[in-house]
């Protein structure tokens, strides 16, 4: 959002002083501004200046201010955890920032630039207040590490260590609904990150005429308000986005790689994407297969035989977490409750899949 305002700024006083410009150096049509008349304003270079500079301000000189701070900050990410001394610490880059745009107009005498000095000057004082800004949430532990002093340096005692790793979650991992019940376990350390852009795909699904999907746009979202809630559980909701990629996939990728975060996801496609470009990945199902008992060749098993199988003769039973097991010979038994030997079991990128056969006395 204060990206969006910024690029504003700069149109308004790059269409300003383009206009002022064209005046000074004698290349301005000879115009007289009426309501009657206004389309011929439309034709004198003054529009086109003023066209040329709203251009100009709002993509190239913010693209380029942009890029040089690119590189050392992105302060919306560092205000996810707002404490009174990060809001000292903006203030006093602000301030810095001020006071090093007055000087600037000050030792080269902008203000008295004819015509477009005072645009010149708030332009310059909005500029450097904003690296002033930037640049103070940007090193925020280094200036709060020079103004204070904590307590537990005092004491002299070890600093705790971080627990765990960031961790961005997107749509079908929070859809899904285990995530929640993973965390609760414990299993999972560190900071959940919700990007924005992940919660207006969520809201438009919880929007959507269909059933189906709206219910699972509504309950993702509620999951998300149950973690919230959930004080062993942190979980930082970011607005940076990447207004040039238009995938949601692909915004995730590009967060993690800003961030050196990890992704938690069931979408198997994504993983795919994420781990061929160096991103590392937590898949739900990946977990849940490797959380499923192991079952050997020669164990006995009670199952109840549900349908026919695809093959002739086949009967397929369920276990309790899911698992398919085909039967042997099974068909004769479906609706029952037997028992069963395993004959062999089948590890597949969906699943796992057992075999067994009815277990005569």
């Known amino acids: 959002m204060l990206k969006k305002i910024m690029k504003f700024i700069f149109a308004i006083f790059g269409g300003i002083i383009a206009f002022n410009l064209v005046d000074i150096f004698g290349l301005s049509s000879d115009y007289t501004f009426n309501w009657q008349n206004i389309e011929g304003f439309f034709l004198t270079t003054q529009f086109f200046a003023v066209l040329f500079g709203v251009l100009l301000g709002y993509f190239i000189i ?87 002093v904590s307590d537990k340096e005092n004491l002299n005692l070890p600093q705790q260590n971080k627990i765990g790793s960031d961790k961005i979650l997107d749509t079908s991992v929070i859809i899904d609904g285990r995530i929640y019940d993973i965390c609760k376990t414990g299993f999972i350390e560190g900071n959940f990150i919700i990007p924005e852009f992940v919660l207006e795909e969520l809201q438009h699904i919880a929007d959507s005429s269909d059933d189906l999907k709206r219910n699972r746009g509504r309950r993702g979202l509620d999951i998300l308000r149950q973690m919230q809630n959930d004080v062993k559980i942190n979980v930082d909701i970011v607005n940076h986005d990447f207004e040039e990629i238009s995938e949601v996939d692909s915004k995730l990728v590009k967060l993690a790689q800003f961030l050196g975060a990890k992704v938690l996801t069931n979408d198997y496609n994504l993983n ?19 959380v499923k008992p192991v079952v050997l060749p020669g164990e006995k098993m009670e199952v109840k035989v549900i349908k026919e199988g695809k093959e002739n003769g086949q009967g397929v039973a369920y276990l309790d977490d899911g698992t398919m097991i085909v039967i042997e010979e099974g068909v004769k038994y479906i609706g029952d409750d037997i028992s069963v030997l395993v004959t062999s079991v089948l590890q597949t990128a969906a699943g796992r899949m057992i075999f067994a056969r009815p277990k005569t006395n």
């Not at 795919?272 to 490797?290: F, H, P, T, W």
């Open 62 to 148: 913010f693209y380029s201010l942009d890029k040089l701070l690119e590189f050392i900050m992105s302060f919306e990410l560092k205000l996810k955890e707002i404490t009174w001394k990060k809001i000292v610490i903006a203030i006093i880059g602000l301030i810095i920032g001020l006071i090093t745009g007055s000087i600037i107009n000050f030792v080269f005498s902008i203000p008295k630039i004819p015509r477009i000095g005072m645009p010149l000057q708030i332009l310059v004082n909005i500029t450097f207040t904003y690296i002033g800004f930037a640049l103070a949430v940007h090193k925020e532990k280094d200036i709060t590490k020079f103004l204070f």
């Open 272 to 290: 795919k994407v994420a781990e061929l470009q160096g991103i590392e990945v937590l898949n739900i199902n990946e977990l849940a297969n490797a």
